[in-house]
């Protein structure tokens, strides 16, 4: 059985630009979630998505987004670029959402913004 | 505060030692608990999953949660080289937004 799979690896970008970074779960998951991960912050949660509905929001601004499609694949978008939002963006597949779930990640999105 | 407290290491250990890892919390609330190793430019891989109190053991490794204390711990017996890697704990209440533990790098020395 496949992983998750994100695309594309790495990417630069330079301030005031957006992005649009892409995960596909893993067969038969139908919840994504998406982290952020830097050194100094670790993993924080952005958001998760189930049925193409976003069901949990992390703390994040309103420049950071995201949706679901019918196949489940997920894609999350950022708006006008900062330097801070440099960071590898994980995303995560379970079957379902809530519950006794586990969560697999992909290898994640370096993105370097400059 | 931060939800869950982890100690970034960078902890080193001979071949063959016992590796003790741990996390405390803050959130009453909290009931599922996983611990996921990272390696260099990868995601994290999930090692152990436990949703109750007490011990759970898989192969070389022993997942431990005391939720009277809001302490997790990570038993890693037989350390291998294979083993260096950082070390994330996460834990949810609900099991749809996990709070994570900013890793502990543990290097294992042949």
């Known amino acids: 059985k496949a992983g998750v799979t994100q695309t594309p690896r790495y990417l630069i970008k330079t301030r005031g630009q957006q992005v649009t970074l892409s995960c596909s779960p893993i067969s038969g998951h139908r919840s994504v979630s998406w982290y952020q991960q830097t050194p100094g912050q670790g993993l924080q949660f952005l958001f998760e998505?189930?049925?193409?509905?976003?069901?949990n929001k992390g703390n994040f601004p309103g420049r950071f987004s995201g949706r679901q499609f019918s196949n489940s694949r997920s894609e999350m978008n950022v708006s006008t670029l900062e330097l801070g939002d440099s960071a590898l963006y994980l995303c995560?597949?379970?079957?379902?959402?809530?519950?006794?779930?586990?969560?697999?990640f992909g290898s994640g999105t370096q993105l370097s913004v400059l | 505060q931060k939800e869950v407290e982890q100690d970034p290491g960078p902890l080193s250990v001979p071949e063959g030692a016992i590796v003790s890892l741990n996390c405390t919390y803050s959130n009453s609330a909290f009931q599922y608990f996983m611990w996921y190793r990272q390696y260099s430019r990868k995601g994290p891989e999930l090692l152990m999953y436990?949703?109750?109190?007490g011990n759970k053991e898989d192969g070389r490794f022993t997942a431990q949660v005391d939720k009277s204390s809001k302490y997790i711990s990570l038993f890693i017996r037989d350390s291998q080289p294979s083993d260096s890697a950082t070390y994330l704990c996460a834990m949810s209440a609900t099991g749809n937004q996990f709070y994570f533990g900013t890793g502990t790098s543990l290097t294992v020395i042949p």
């Open positions: 995560a597949s379970s079957w379902k959402t809530g519950g006794n779930e586990k969560l697999f």
């Open positions: 998505y189930f049925s193409e509905t976003q069901r």
């Open positions: 436990t949703y109750s109190s």
